[in-house]
Every structure is written in structure tokens, then in C-alpha cells.
T-cell receptor, first 114, second 111 residues
């Protein structure tokens, strides 16, 4: 089945630790995105990538880092510099042409800082 | 002021009623408009996609865009308890660009 997978589903982090969230897609999409969702605030863009080995900061990139070494993979690292990392993290992907505005989402990772 | 405003609800309706949802936005550069449905603790699922102004119908769902008023709507006819979810509007300027989301409206359809 084609789709987007995220792992783990739940993640607990101690203060001061870096953690990496996985996102993989087999839709052959060029663009991939990371969003953060907090209650009542919708989704906010952290980083996005339109091509391998290139990515751009979104609205709330501070304290996060990404890599795009393969077309199908776009991992997100939440660093210790992120002051309030507890949130629901969503990965998405899309094509770039045609209906490239349609972004398809994974099931999400819920990160909790202990 | 947020670029996209959406009433958080909750919006409670009886089964079979019409659900009416809307968003207002401030950026006239937005051209593509989407509605997503999100069940609790799940990723959003794309429901409707429209370009520019006009109406689009898909089964029980109708999306309307009025660019002159910077206002978009989603109507759900013959609502079912399974429609109970949070509905997010989203929009962007071009393919491959970030989506700007509203905060979501929580909908509860009571049997």
C-alpha cells in the first residue's frame, strides 16, 4: 500500500536530550513537510524539502533540524534547544506539479517531554 | 492577527442535519483551498480541494470559495456520527509551498 509512515507513534524525552522522528513515504513524492500541532492552534510548518539534499525553514524551525538524503525519507530531530517540544508532530508529502497542493499526512508522532 | 481564522467550536448537531463550517483569511495571494478531516490522535485526511472561486461537490460534501470576500465554506449534508471530528481548512499560494492552516473546528454529530 502506498502511504506515509511515521515512527514511533509515541515518544518520551527527558529534558536535554535530542530525539529523532522518522518519516518515510512510498508515494514517489518530491516534496516533504514537517508540521507541529498544538491544541487549538492548527498546524504550523517546521521544515520542508522539495528535493533531495535541500530543505527550507518553515515558520517555527528554531530548535529543530532535518535531513533529506533520500527522496523517500525526511527525519526530524528535536534538539535540546527546543524550549517546548511537547506536541503532536505530523509529516506530509506532495508532488510539485499539477495537484501538488494536496498534501498527504502520516499518522503522527506524539512527543512528550518528561 | 492570524492569516486564517476558524471558529474552534465545538459545533454540535443532531444526526441528519447539515453541518456548516467556514474560514476567513487575509492573504489575497492564496489560490488553493483545502479541507481536511482529523480524527482524534490521527493524521489529517484530505476531504476537498478547490482552486480559486466557486463551488465543488463530492458526495455529501460541498466546498465553496469566495475570493472577493476571502471566505471559504464546507457543508456536510445528512451528517452522521462518523463525521464527528475536527475539520481544518488550509490554503496556499502554489504547488510545493507550505499550507497555512486554520485552527480547526471540532464537530460532534449526535445520534
Amino acid at each position: 500500500d502506498g502511504g506515509i509512515t511515521q515512527s514511533p507513534k509515541y515518544l518520551f524525552r527527558k529534558e536535554g536530550q535530542n530525539v529523532t522522528l522518522s518519516c518515510e513515504q512510498n508515494l514517489n513524492h518530491d516534496a516533504m513537510y514537517w508540521y507541529r500541532q498544538d491544541p487549538g492552534q492548527g498546524l504550523r510548518l517546521i521544515y520542508y524539502s522539495q528535493i533531495v539534499n535541500d530543505f527550507q525553514k518553515g515558520d517555527i524551525a528554531e530548535g529543530y533540524s532535518v535531513s533529506r538524503e533520500k527522496k523517500e525519507s525526511f527525519p526530524l530531530t528535536v534538539t535540546s534547544a527546543q524550549k517546548n517540544p511537547t506536541a503532536f508532530y505530523l509529516c506530509a508529502s506532495s508532488t510539485l506539479g499539477g495537484r501538488g497542493n494536496e498534501q498527504f499526512f502520516g499518522p503522527g508522532t506524539r512527543l512528550t517531554v518528561l | 492577527q492570524k492569516e486564517v481564522e476558524q471558529d474552534p467550536g465545538p459545533l454540535s448537531v443532531p444526526e441528519g442535519a447539515i453541518v456548516s463550517l467556514n474560514c476567513t483569511y487575509s492573504n489575497s495571494a492564496f489560490q488553493y483551498f483545502m479541507w481536511y478531516r482529523q480524527y482524534s490522535r490521527k493524521g489529517p485526511e484530505l476531504l476537498m480541494y478547490t482552486y480559486s472561486s466557486g463551488n465543488k461537490e463530492d458526495g455529501r460534501f460541498t466546498a465553496q470559495v469566495d475570493k472577493s470576500s476571502k471566505y471559504i465554506s464546507l457543508f456536510i449534508r445528512d451528517s452522521q456520527p462518523s463525521d464527528s471530528a475536527t475539520y481544518l481548512c488550509a490554503m496556499n499560494k502554489a504547488a510545493g509551498n507550505k499550507l497555512t492552516f486554520g485552527g480547526g473546528t471540532r464537530v460532534l454529530v449526535k445520534p
